[in-house]
């Protein structure tokens, strides 16, 4: 299965009132479990950016002046989101603004149908208390020290870490390297999988290599504490 956890910045709080998307962050997850590859734009809004907004992000007019606008990087990003479950927090607000964008480019908008809202989740499994970003990673222990500013990369890999603790726990994995893919980000160091039972996978090992490894265990001799075990239940079945 595979899915999106997406988060993005913008220029205000209405995109009706012509606030525009300044940043998308987005990171893959198959078979829930981070594969190293991730989207990550500033985006030219076309617009001035209003102080309070800049206070939230940091991103000013100078540094988003020379960036793509939307239209130019609607398709990298579509095709990077493909037809996925799209991960947001607090969804609507994203999806509005994003929607916004591509309706404005005569594009197809996402259907909230293919949407889980962490938020929704949040405040069904923690009714009447904060359920922010910041407020869930303090409740599980999540790191949120590099989270300085709102950056909707850094958000999107956070909400990963929340997103499985939603849905039941995590367990960390070793730190990945690099993924050879020109959208991962360097900042995304560690893999999560949920605790919850996962679907069993079939064998790679060829039936060769399984003659040849059986062959050598033989090899070994039977003092091996493992051939004494296996004649031990090879005994019993045998009792049986």
């Not at 800049?54 to 100078?62: D, L, S």
């Not at 999107?156 to 993924?179: D, H, N, P, S, T």
Request: aromatic share 6%; glycine share 8%.
């Amino acid at each position: 299965m595979r899915e999106i956890v997406l988060d993005t910045e913008t220029t205000g709080l209405n995109p009706a009132e012509g606030h525009r998307v300044v940043e998308i962050g987005a990171v893959e997850l198959i078979d829930e479990a981070l594969t190293g590859k991730a989207f990550h734009v500033l985006i030219n809004p076309e617009r001035e950016v209003p102080e309070d907004a800049i206070r939230v992000h940091g991103h000013t007019e100078a540094i988003l002046r020379d960036r793509p606008i939307f239209a130019h990087v609607a398709d990298d990003f579509l095709a990077f989101v493909g037809d996925a479950k799209l991960i947001i927090h607090n969804a609507e607000f994203d999806i509005a603004f994003v929607n916004a964008e591509l309706t404005r480019i005569g594009r197809e908008t996402i259907s909230m149908d293919r949407v889980v809202d962490t938020l929704v989740l949040a405040r069904r499994k923690h009714p009447g208390q904060a359920n922010s970003l910041d407020a869930l990673c303090d409740r599980y222990q999540i790191d949120r020290s590099r989270r300085t500013r709102h950056g909707a990369l850094l958000d999107a890999e956070i909400l990963v870490e929340i997103y499985y603790e939603l849905m039941g726990g995590r367990q960390r994995l070793l730190a990945l390297g690099e993924a050879g893919d020109s959208f991962a980000p360097q900042s995304l160091l560690a893999s999560f999988l949920p605790v919850w039972p996962r679907r069993p996978r079939e064998p790679k090992i060829l039936p060769e290599e399984a003659r040849d490894h059986a062959e050598h265990i033989r090899g070994l001799g039977n003092l091996m504490i493992w051939m004494r075990y296996l004649a031990g239940k090879a005994a019993v079945a045998g009792a049986d």
